[in-house]
């Protein structure tokens, strides 16, 4: 079963309306999220970087005002599109790391398809 | 620093017949490699992953991927394509010298054609 959950699957919203999307570890504690955008037919591009109980950090060019990150617990992170534009419409995918015996292993939640209208 | 290179954006294949989809990469340390697969507005599912042992590595649903340290390349293969297997596949590699995250190669969209 999926062991990252994200919420929504897919949302659609009026232009300068925010949209909160949810990315959940379901049975490990994840101290780092990672939040990609994919654009159609590209490939994921690192967002940001969640920390729990500290400040996101931004991938260059990325509006961390924009693009708010808050990490409130051990287990969900949610990105927040604020004043949401066309251009923003994209498929949004968080991934959580966890770390094992021997190595890490990175989990995806579904993706998050925005459009703007 | 790190990257993934897949040389291929597109590969078409014919069921049954076997398929490569390439992946090179570059990494200052030790490389941890996987390949995820991703369907139409779908997150990414695992494939497979190489971390250390054996050079072939045998994943989910026939796939499997070989890492060749010399040629920096860790190609994906399954010995008879079928028409589900049609996706778009991604390389990705971590490095521990650049904490937890992964890079991600720009992705191969593999046809099966029936």
């Known amino acids: 079963g999926a062991v990252v959950s994200q919420h929504p699957s897919r949302v659609i919203c009026k232009s300068g309306t925010s949209v909160k999307i949810e990315c959940r570890s379901l049975d490990f504690q994840a101290t780092t999220m990672f939040w990609y955008r994919q654009f159609p037919k590209k490939s994921l591009m690192l967002m940001a970087t969640s920390n729990e109980g500290s400040k996101a950090t931004y991938e260059q060019g990325v509006e961390k005002d924009k693009f708010l990150i808050n990490h409130a617990s051990l287990t969900l992170s949610t990105l927040t599109v604020t004043s949401a534009h066309p251009e923003d419409s994209s498929f949004y995918i968080c991934?959580?790391?966890?770390?094992?015996?021997?190595?890490?292993?990175?989990?995806f939640g579904q993706g998050t398809r925005l459009t703007v209208v | 620093a790190q990257s993934v290179a897949q040389p291929e954006d597109q590969v078409n294949v014919a069921e049954g017949n076997p398929l490569t989809v390439k992946c090179t990469y570059s990494?200052?340390?030790?490389?941890?490699l996987f390949w995820y697969v991703q369907y139409p507005n779908r997150g990414l599912q695992f494939l497979l992953k190489?971390?250390?042992?054996?050079?072939l590595v045998k994943g989910s649903y026939g796939f499997e991927a070989e890492f060749n340290k010399s040629q920096t390349s860790f190609h994906l293969k399954k010995p008879s394509a079928l028409v589900s297997d049609s996706a778009l596949y991604f390389c990705a590699v971590r490095d521990d010298n650049y904490g937890q995250n992964f890079v991600f190669g720009p992705g191969t969209r593999l046809s099966v054609l029936p």
């Open positions: 990494v200052s340390g030790n490389p941890y």
């Open positions: 190489y971390i250390t042992g054996d050079n």
């Open positions: 991934s959580a790391p966890r770390t094992g015996l021997v190595d890490t292993e990175a989990f």
